[in-house]
């Protein structure tokens, strides 16, 4: 298996220098770009693509929702992880909204920093729990709920099984152990959820199954 391959976007050298040094420590990474701006970054992009971006939410020229934005739409493969300071709850989630797969305070010990990137490498998604309760519900809340019953009319009941445990955060293949289908199978079932919820990422299944009452927050 191959390194997962990095870049951050971020206009402040001392913390780009502080999180090269936690994630050269790690074997299972590469570093292949390194941007001070998101405008910078997509230049960067048509000739290195990235697994992974640590992505800076306020950057001068092209901020990180701005380039969230531009990467999601030319790049969807790529993952987005925000970098985030204390008190920014409205960056976040707008970030969230830009297709975002997660987000980390920018003063997480290394041990996060690692395992935010492989989650959101392996499980396309990293949520910690400040962004679990509090940032998810505030998605909800922005978001009219509509009528359940017709909003769930075109979902058949094992593809409602499926987004209960995605939205519980089992990965594709503890899903598939657990009701008795192929890993292929449920990576299907996932793909058709987002379609139908026409979700960028995990947020927005969440908010998906908390204005169904899917789920229960």
Known sequence: MGKIKLAIADDHKIFRNGLKATLEDCADFDLVLEASNGKQLTAMLTDITPDVILMDIKMP????????????????????????????????????????????LKNAEPEEIIEAISTVYYKD????????????????????AGDAAHSLADFNEREIEVLRLVCQEYSNQE???????????????RARLFEKTRSKNL???????????????
Do not use: W
Request: positive net charge.
């Open 61 to 104: 020229e092209m901020d990180g929702i701005q380039t969230t934005t531009y990467v999601k739409q030319k790049y969807k493969q790529i993952k987005v992880l925000a970098l985030s300071m204390f008190n920014e709850d409205k960056y976040i989630v707008d970030m969230m909204k830009a297709g975002a797969s997660g987000y980390l």
């Open 203 to 217: 947020v927005g299944l969440v908010i998906f199954a908390i204005k169904t009452g899917i789920i229960n927050v």
């Open 125 to 144: 998604y990293y949520f910690n729990e400040h962004l679990s309760i509090t940032l998810i519900k505030q998605l909800a809340g922005n978001n009219p």
């Open 175 to 189: 899903i598939a152990d657990k009701i008795c289908l192929s890993i292929r199978t449920v990576e299907g079932y």
